[in-house]
């Protein structure tokens, strides 16, 4: 069995999946699983606020407009999508960080944010 196929969350359980409509992940399999090739970190499954949406436009990075070209219809309010964990962590610190899926946030992302912060933007306790 490979890494990838046994991909645990920040709780220690094995990771969920983050979206298939719109399909996300580093690898484009609905999860957020990451591997040597992944060097954005895409850790953390995010729920697409306006807000945030705006300020990663405003960071160069659009996750609004589509781009056919990559199979990608552009995110809004509401979708859930796999972040680069220093995106998210950008995102905490000018105070508009998006709520996150804690079963399919990767374990990885415990190396840079402790899991108490995390659970500050779980989505299924701040509904």
Same mark, same amino acid.
């Given at each position: 069995? @490979?890494?990838?196929?046994?991909?645990?969350?920040?709780?220690?359980?094995?990771? @969920?999946?983050?979206?298939?409509?719109?399909? &996300?992940?580093?690898?484009?399999?609905? /999860?957020?699983?990451?591997?040597?090739?992944?060097?954005? #970190?895409?850790?953390?499954?995010?729920?697409? @606020?306006?807000?945030?949406?705006?300020? #990663?436009? =405003?960071?160069?990075?659009?996750?609004?407009?589509?781009?056919?070209?990559?199979?990608?219809?552009?995110?809004?309010?509401?979708?859930?999508? /796999?972040?680069?964990?220093?995106?998210?962590?950008?995102?905490?610190?000018?105070? /508009? =960080?998006?709520?996150?899926?804690?079963? #399919?946030?990767?374990?990885?992302?415990?190396?840079?944010?402790?899991?108490? &912060?995390?659970?500050?933007?779980?989505?299924?306790?701040?509904?």
């Amino acid at each position: 069995m @490979s890494a990838q196929e046994i991909a645990r969350n920040v709780l220690g359980e094995p990771l @969920s999946p983050c979206s298939f409509e719109p399909l &996300t992940g580093f690898y484009r399999d609905g /999860c957020c699983k990451t591997g040597p090739d992944d060097v954005g #970190s895409h850790l953390v499954c995010a729920i697409m @606020s306006d807000e945030f949406l705006q300020f #990663s436009y =405003a960071r160069g990075n659009d996750l609004i407009t589509p781009r056919p070209e990559w199979r990608f219809a552009g995110l809004q309010a509401g979708d859930q999508w /796999c972040l680069c964990l220093s995106r998210w962590l950008e995102a905490l610190e000018a105070g /508009c =960080a998006p709520k996150i899926k804690l079963e #399919s946030t990767h374990l990885k992302a415990l190396e840079r944010v402790d899991l108490e &912060t995390l659970k500050r933007y779980d989505a299924a306790q701040t509904v």
